[in-house]
């Protein structure tokens, strides 16, 4: 490979970039998941006093863990596969699988997604949906955007695993690469 990366391949490696960022940025949630849960257990059984707002703000946090760090765990191989025979084919093999699983199934059913969620999230936004519990976030809208967020990080990912995979299976590509994580 030449010194100065093509440039789909730039694109491959900002979105890599991004996606690793985002997705160590909502792992780090899950410290206040646990803080923050055991601030309302505290309170509510040891003070009889309820949380409503950091209840639901957990609640946010936990949706930014599993949905907005889906990408990066995807760039690091680190979803469930039934691999029975997938672990026995070549790179090359395990190249073409993998990008024919993001243009068959990751990036329809992305878009899918998105399309089906796209009013759910624009009618929260119209109205600036908030909480309906007394004491709850103003915020729920945000929080149903966490739905988008999820679809365009992972539609960007799957554009960039097939940018690379088009790369190695063209043999411009080291397979290390390749690799994720």
Known sequence: MTAHAPPLLGIARLIDAFNARFG???AWLTLFLVFGTAIVVVL??????GAT???EAVLYAHALVFMGAAAWVLQRNGHVRVD???QKFSPRRQTLVDALGS?????PVCL?????SWDYVANSWSTLEGSSESGGLKFVY??????LVLVITLVMQGISDLIKAAYSLAGRLPEQEVKHG
């Not at 509510?44 to 006093?49: A, L």
């Not at 243009?103 to 990036?107: A, D, E, G, R």
């Not at 945000?142 to 739905?147: A, F, G, M, R, T």
């Open 112 to 116: 899918y997604l998105g399309w089906a």
């Open 53 to 55: 707002a950091l209840q």
């Open 142 to 147: 945000l929080q149903k955007s966490i739905i």
């Open 24 to 26: 160590q940025l909502c």
């Open 103 to 107: 243009l068959l199934f990751l990036l």
């Open 44 to 49: 509510r059984y040891g003070f009889g006093i």
């Open 84 to 86: 029975i025979f997938y």
